[in-house]
């Protein structure tokens, strides 16, 4: 898909993730838990206690999120999937939230005192600004184990289509369908995962960028995959957390034009 874009842009200088260029970012779209992926035993507690589990948490201090804000709307969420993968672990986490939203083009004094390379996501965690989606997802995964959004090591195995080409990303594509049709609805079978998180904003940026870019889609014959993606993007926290597809496109035109 990377090459399908043909990009060499950096990224690094606006959004801190499990890849560092426009161009990683699409080719491993198939890079399902990240790098440092926290692997714990799925926490089932009773109802009762799940219920006051919850409550407690709608009442406690709000996390603090710096988020990229939207190229094209103000007063919105941007396009950054690295921000959207952990807005969606706090979504699934039942987790309050504010979130600070940054113009990423004219960084704020603010913003760079405490993330001094201008990156996003941040998050405040035990009074510590955090970077990085990885290790802010594993740390929310630990300080709020359930529900349990872990991955088994066996369904999160990496996958890079190094040489970036249309035949590479169907490969990927195909691979990943007969994966869901023998293990889904999602990649951790029938509940929703840390790998699902990571992977589906890239999935989104995938759709919508090759489809403007390059009008190019998933096959129909790929029907698990295109089930996989209208499920996950018609979650409601994943809708709740979505970036406007016009920023996407934005987002992408001076990678791709050059």
């Not at 219920?51 to 396009?79: F, I, Y």
């Not at 018609?234 to 992408?252: N, P």
């Amino acid at each position: 898909m990377a090459v399908l874009l043909r990009t060499t842009t950096s990224a690094t200088t606006t959004t801190s993730g499990g890849s560092s260029s426009a161009t990683a970012l699409l080719a491993t779209t198939f890079r399902r838990g990240g790098r440092r992926l926290l692997l714990l035993p799925a926490t089932r507690g009773s109802a009762p206690r799940r219920a006051a589990l919850l409550t407690a948490r709608a009442s406690a201090e709000p996390l603090e999120v710096c988020a990229k804000a939207s190229l094209t709307v103000p007063d919105r969420l941007g396009d950054c999937p690295f921000t959207q993968r952990v807005l969606l672990t706090i979504e699934e986490k039942h987790l309050p939230y504010d979130i600070k939203l940054v113009d990423l083009a004219n960084k704020p004094d603010w913003f760079l005192k405490i993330s001094p390379e201008g990156k996003v996501p941040i998050v405040k965690l035990e009074e510590q600004w955090v970077a990085d989606s990885d290790v802010i997802t594993q740390a929310i995964e630990e300080k709020y184990p359930e529900p349990s959004l872990a991955t088994p090591p066996e369904k999160a195995s990496v996958k890079d289509p190094n040489d970036g080409t249309e035949q590479a990303l169907l490969s990927e594509l195909t691979s990943f369908d007969s994966y869901l049709k023998d293990n889904g609805p999602f990649i951790n079978g029938e509940t929703i995962s840390a790998a699902d998180l990571s992977l589906a904003p890239k999935l989104y940026h995938m759709e919508i960028a090759l489809g403007h870019y390059k009008n190019w889609s998933v096959p129909d014959s790929l029907s698990h995959v295109k089930k996989y993606m209208k499920t996950i993007f018609s979650m409601d926290s994943f809708v709740k957390t979505i970036a406007l597809q016009e920023d996407v496109i934005a987002g992408w035109r001076p990678k791709v034009m050059g």
